[in-house]
């Protein structure tokens, strides 16, 4: 139905965004916004034609496109919000003195946009980590055109959607080029993408395989730039002893719906839980065994989704020493993953980084360990996470402050008494993780603070004040929160 873009087609466009930067980097932090607030307007405005064809291409229920499609229309408003406010530019300001020995010169920092950004759409977000999505909106937050790459299963989804942002930039009179929107299947699209000479910074949700390719071709280009990849992550959840003795059923219900909610299709599900041999630990997977028992098989986004999940949960659980605890007592269908719960013992995890793999769907494994430092040891051999849970009491906590340490240095969010699927979009939220969770754990793409991933920091020294950024200048005409001589302020200069 779509074409993949040629070498000579993906040139073109990525000049055009580069001619566009040139203009775009010069508008005001409100244009920006304004047009970003354009786009989740022309976005909503689609209505219930843009459900339809995103449920035809993704299995995904109305009920869930809703809430993701106002998700996605918060992100836009909430960083045109954050984009206008200008706390992100993180404008620091250190004023002359001329009596100091040596004299101390008037310095002036800020960040500014670093060009175009190539996003790749995710495949289990259509709408928010997609053509609109949070790597969209931060990039024009930070004053760079954006080149979107259709995700290939729903890839008339994306096309809705970038019509609707070619709207917005239409009535806004957004320079030609500010947004390009490009399809492709095979890798030769993507590669073509990021080594062009004007691409600038390079946003991606999905897999190891296809966050790593990206990076290492970013690297191997003559002028490397920076490539934010969310690749994934287990989201380890590790049941201390009294937490678990205290409400140890509690706990298994809780995570049985975390685990297949929304059959399992989310990069922050617990696929890996640790615990220590004991009746209360018998007690928790008994019962999260009888409740994912009790869960039907949900249809996955695609069928490419649902083949690599049946072949990593029959990897897993065929690998020695893995005991099947349960699966759906309802039968698959074609296209469906059947809810799985697997155990096996802190050693056999240690000694098989088969375990350690991520099987993108309904599944977790519960590994036993013999005591709290085997527990340890697996937290020590556990990579880098985008969460990391800990279902403890504050004794629990108090009595293991080194295996709490070790666990929190291994992941972006750090989880008490919770569950990691759900993502709030707000400042203080972390999506981002140590390799290889992320490329750069120094980041997040969920909130505004994900701006500052397509930004880099210029200083400005001895410019006299008519030829500074308004953003700079003495009188502070945009009102924004500055670092000035240590102090954070809204004031003036004098």
Known sequence: MFKDATVAEIDIVLQKSWKAFHQYRKLSLKQRADFMRAIATEMEALGDELLTTCAAETNLPEARLRNERARTIFQLQSYADACERGEWLEARIDTAIADKTPPKPDLRKMLIPMGPVVVFGASNFPFAYSTAGGDTACALAAGCPVVVKAHPAHAATSELVAKAIFRAAEKNKMPDGIFAHVHGVGFEVGKALVTHNYTKAVGFTGSYVGGKALFDWANQRKEPIPVFAEMGSINPVFLFPEKLEQSAADVAKLYAGSITLGTGQFCTNPGLIIGIQSKALDEFISTLGNEVKRIAPGTMLHPGIAKAYSEKRKAAISQPGVDTVAVSESEASSNQGAPTIASASGQAFLNNPVLHQEVFGPYSIVIKCKD??????????????????????????????????????????????????????????????????????????????????????????????????????????????RTVNDRVTKDNIS
């Not at 993502?423 to 969770?437: D, K, W």
């Not at 997040?444 to 200083?459: L, Q």
Request: with cysteine; hydrophobic share 35%.
């Open 372 to 481: 709290l430092q085997e527990m340890a040891e697996v937290a020590k051999h556990t990579e880098g996470q985008l969460t990391c849970t800990l279902m403890a009491t504050e004794t629990d906590i108090r009595n293991n402050e080194e295996l709490v340490e070790t666990i929190k240095n291994i992941c972006g969010r750090f989880i008490l008494n919770g569950v990691p699927t759900g993502v709030e979009v707000c400042l203080s939220m972390q999506h981002g993780g140590p390799f290889p969770a992320t490329t750069d754990s120094r980041f997040t793409s969920v909130g505004a603070d994900g701006i500052k991933r397509f930004a880099r920091p210029i200083s400005f020294q001895g410019w006299p004040d008519s030829l500074l950024p308004d953003e700079l200048k003495n009188g502070n005409p945009l009102k924004i929160w």
